[in-house]
């Protein structure tokens, strides 16, 4: 790809802040118009800070109004449907969340019933640090990382019941790498729903090819059917659940954001809570040695009904390096992958190895490059010390963007961005891209 002269040009940089505020619904933004019409978890707290950068208390309310959606039982679901949409399925009615799971019975916003990768902390905490001590007061601070606490104990405990240090996830939905080929095996076990009648809406604005296929969705459905069935309860969602997987990318995000909220609850003077967190971040660590397969020198995913490694190398596989969660030589062997499949011309970083036999350079989470996991890995790398690589793969991600657009992902190729335009949380990496040095 040619580069670009200026990656910083103030149009794009004035572009990324027009398209926050054109997705802007009143204090959330949704990920982009119609495809995605509500607000989503992990895009809502990458999307916070986008508008840090210029408009600090905006910043601050997005992550209030995500908040809002959260359950009594401290889980944070990964859509919050603030208002209807005729233009998205499945929505809130298909979800149907039972009125006793939410807080505050009235004033509740309707949910989906599972979570999503909970890089909030560590958003908070950026904004913590970048920020000016008159945007949020601490007491206010200190109840958004209780909450945040909250969330992450509720993981720990309905998605890993047995103190392992890894939790499942139940959904592809909730990894946020939906189709990716690391579920394809465990997606076997799920048969398709009954539901015959059902009508996509995503097919009916983005081309197919983007976008998962007929019988991956059947099993979403059916999945979410049998989550609903159960009421969304794991004390309810038995041990034989078609679906239950180790994501490694959800593990090292969580890990990532124990150790923000850990730095943040020490201002505090939190101690127990401190406490609790580093226990978690301890048994954690140990935890991650079981994903790392040292025959090819790679982490991987893990299915929990079979117990197997998935040994498909997908972006996901790199996180542990955001989770400051990998030992020198893990690092070192991350990093050859990495070049080599840089070697061979290929941008950093598809979500999907190009050497993987089912990679699809346009199909969604199957070989695209997404920009705000290319944020995180760039942010391990140099976090780690491996500057250049960071560098370069900071570089390319500003280069994609400026080329060719603000799309929801990109051919590792650089020819063409695809799904969604005008997509938020591409516009906050891109500022958030532009100020790391
Ligand atoms: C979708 O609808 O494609 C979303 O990724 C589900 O969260």
Same mark, same amino acid.
């Given at each position: 790809m040619k580069p670009k002269e200026?990656?910083?040009h103030n149009s794009l940089i004035e572009e990324a802040h027009s398209i926050l505020r054109l997705n802007d619904r009143g204090g959330y933004t949704v990920?982009? =118009?119609?495809l995605y019409p509500y607000q989503w978890n992990w895009d809502s707290a990458i999307c916070a800070m986008g508008w840090h950068h210029f408009d600090e208390a905006r910043a601050w309310n997005e992550i209030r109004m995500l908040l809002?959606?959260?359950?009594?039982?401290g889980m944070l679901p990964?859509? #919050?449907?603030?208002q209807d949409s005729p233009?998205?399925?499945?929505?809130a009615d298909v979800w149907?969340?039972?009125?006793?799971?939410?807080?505050?019975k009235v004033e509740h916003p309707q949910t989906s019933g599972i979570s999503q990768p909970p890089v909030l902390a560590t958003c908070v905490r950026k904004l913590q640090e970048a920020g000016? =001590?008159?945007? #949020?007061?601490s007491s206010e601070l200190k109840q958004i990382c209780m909450k945040i606490l909250k969330w992450h104990r509720w993981f720990w405990s309905a998605r890993d019941p047995e103190n392992t240090g890894l939790v499942s996830i139940l959904h592809p939905w909730e990894s946020g790498m939906?189709?990716?080929?690391?579920w394809d095996k465990s997606l076997v076990r799920v048969p398709p729903t009954l539901n015959s009648s059902y009508k996509r809406q995503d097919t009916s604005l983005i081309d197919s090819s983007q976008r998962p296929l007929q019988k991956e969705y059947d099993r979403y459905l059916y999945l979410v059917e049998k989550l609903r069935e159960k009421e969304y309860d794991s004390n309810k969602?038995?041990?034989?659940?078609?679906f239950r997987v180790i994501d490694i990318g959800l593990n090292s995000i969580l890990q990532r954001s124990n150790l923000d909220l850990l730095a943040l609850m020490d201002q505090f003077g939190m101690i127990s809570e401190c406490h609790e967190l580093k226990k978690r971040i301890e048994l954690a660590r140990d935890a991650f040695? =079981?994903?790392?397969?040292p025959k090819h020198e790679h982490f991987y995913n893990r299915d929990e009904i079979s117990g =197997?490694? #998935? $040994?498909v190398s997908t972006?996901?596989?790199?996180l542990p390096l955001f989770g400051q969660l990998a030992n020198d030589d893990q690092v070192l062997r991350m990093v050859s992958t990495l070049e080599k499949w840089a070697e061979q011309?290929?941008?950093?970083?598809?979500?999907?190895?190009?050497?993987?036999?089912?990679?699809?350079?346009? $199909?969604y989470w199957r070989g695209p490059i997404w920009p705000h996991v290319n944020w995180m890995i760039s942010e391990g790398l140099k976090e780690y010390g491996h500057n250049e690589l960071s560098k370069k793969i900071r570089m390319q991600t500003l280069e994609l963007i400026s080329k060719l657009?603000?799309?929801e992902y990109y051919h590792p190729l650089g020819e063409s961005g695809f799904g969604g335009d005008s997509f938020s949380w591409t516009a906050a990496v891109y500022l958030i891209l532009c100020k790391t040095g």
């Open positions: 200026n990656l910083y990920p982009t =118009e119609r809002k959606g959260q359950w009594a039982n990964h859509i #919050i449907f603030h233009d998205y399925f499945p929505n149907n969340v039972p009125k006793k799971c939410f807080l505050d000016k =001590e008159s945007a #949020i007061n939906d189709n990716s080929p690391a969602i038995s041990q034989d659940f078609p040695a =079981e994903l790392w397969d =197997e490694l #998935i $040994r972006s996901a596989c790199f011309q290929f941008l950093l970083v598809p979500s999907t190895s190009p050497f993987d036999t089912n990679y699809e350079p346009q $199909r657009g603000f799309h």
